[in-house]
């Protein structure tokens, strides 16, 4: 009989409009920073848990990030990958996981949206 144990550490950083959590998961790396647009794509997944959903994720959100992209002509800069499997964050949600591995809370606006890629409104 062998036991294994497992730690699991949390942190939150507040941010202006919304609230970014990061989970000490190899899968889940947390940066802080905004993301750049500059020459790289970014993958953008939408939560598609029931929590997240309730709170306005899953495929509406998923609609309206789809929708920016188009409207701010961003489709060579940020690929809507559809919905991910639950992050264990939903109670923070509704929530987007960039590039597999950065996981941004609280996405309920257009400027949620713009700000967790790392844009502004104009």
């Keep these: 009989f062998f036991a294994t144990k ?10 202006d409009s919304f609230l970014t959590v ?5 899968k889940v790396a947390f940066a802080n920073a905004p993301t ?3 020459d790289s794509t ?4 939408v939560c598609g848990s029931k929590d997240c959903k309730r709170k ?9 990030i ?26 923070y949600g509704p929530n987007l996981l ?6 941004i809370n609280g996405i309920k ?3 949620n949206i713009l700000k967790a890629l790392g844009m502004q409104e104009e």
């Design 56 to 64: 306005g994720g899953g495929a509406k959100l998923e609609n309206m």
């Design 22 to 26: 990061g989970i000490s998961n190899p």
């Design 98 to 103: 960039l590039d597999e591995k950065r996981i």
């Design 42 to 45: 970014i993958v953008v997944e």
């Design 6 to 15: 497992v730690v699991v550490a949390f942190f939150i950083v507040p941010t």
């Design 36 to 38: 750049n647009l500059g």
């Design 66 to 91: 789809r929708d920016l992209v188009e409207e701010k002509k961003l489709s060579a800069s940020v690929q809507v990958s559809g919905i991910c499997d639950c992050q264990g964050e939903c109670g």
């Design 109 to 111: 606006t257009r400027e």
